[in-house]
């Protein structure tokens, strides 16, 4: 008679559980304890060291798949920067050149004030790269040099002031505004916040600013008028 018997013998009552949904039995705590200790220390060392091995693999995949995403983040965030800071630049070239030719007064005033603007937000992106550690250079704004560098342009008032009131509609204020945000949340997500801060000084010089366009509209309807005027002269 194995132990269970006798155990089950003598009072099975006092030493066996009945679990009514599984229909078995067992034995009290106390009972089987001593006879389970060793093999329990055992098996609870075998899938300690399995389960470690297993996590630990989980958490070194897990760190290098971040690592991976955070170095694509960090690269396409650069990328993105230099594509604003080439717009810029060539926003401060154009509008430069503008001031140039421009004759009149009030448009040349306007277009040197516009560029001293871009040219803070030149600034602000330098410092940014700075504090990153990168060079600006490298991209170019597709968006900005199509609209820049349209053969159709004429080297005239009426066109240079048609041009400048694009740039500073509600269009491509939307598109500078949404690439620096986007640039924000950029660099709060790869923990730059000191860069973060940077580029926020950036978007009061960034956004649409209707007064100028009005200005501009203005002015642009001066141009037409006085362009007709020359014509039929």
Not at 48 to 74: E, G, P, Q
Not at 82 to 87: E, L, P, S
Not at 153 to 178: F, Q
Not at 206 to 221: A, D, P
Request: with cysteine; net charge neutral.
């Amino acid at each position: 008679m194995n132990v269970y018997n006798r155990l089950s013998y003598l009072n099975p009552e006092k030493y066996f559980v009945v679990q009514p949904a599984s229909f078995r039995y067992r034995l009290p705590t106390a009972i089987y304890q001593p006879y389970c200790l060793n093999v329990t220390k055992i098996n609870i060392l075998a899938a300690h060291r399995h389960y470690t091995s297993l996590l630990s693999a989980i958490c070194l995949l897990h760190k290098r798949t971040v690592m991976n995403a955070m170095s694509k983040l960090h690269y396409l965030f650069t990328k993105h920067l230099r594509t604003m800071y080439a717009g810029e630049k060539s926003m401060v070239n154009a509008l430069n050149a503008m001031s140039v030719t421009s004759e009149v007064p009030q448009m040349q005033e306007f277009y040197k004030v516009k560029a001293g603007e871009n040219m803070l937000v030149l600034a602000l992106l330098n410092k940014a790269f700075r504090m990153m550690g990168a060079n600006a250079d490298g991209e170019t704004d597709s968006i900005i040099d199509s609209f820049l560098h349209n053969p159709e342009w004429r080297d005239v008032e009426y066109d240079s002031i048609y041009k400048s009131m694009m740039l500073s509609g509600r269009a491509i204020g939307v598109y500078r505004t949404n690439a620096m945000m986007t640039a924000i949340s950029s660099a709060e997500d790869l923990a730059m916040f000191d860069v973060a801060e940077v580029l926020m000084e950036c978007l009061p010089l960034v956004k649409f600013n209707r007064y100028e366009f009005e200005f501009l509209k203005t002015e642009f309807e001066k141009s037409g008028m006085v362009a007709r005027e020359v014509e039929a002269a």
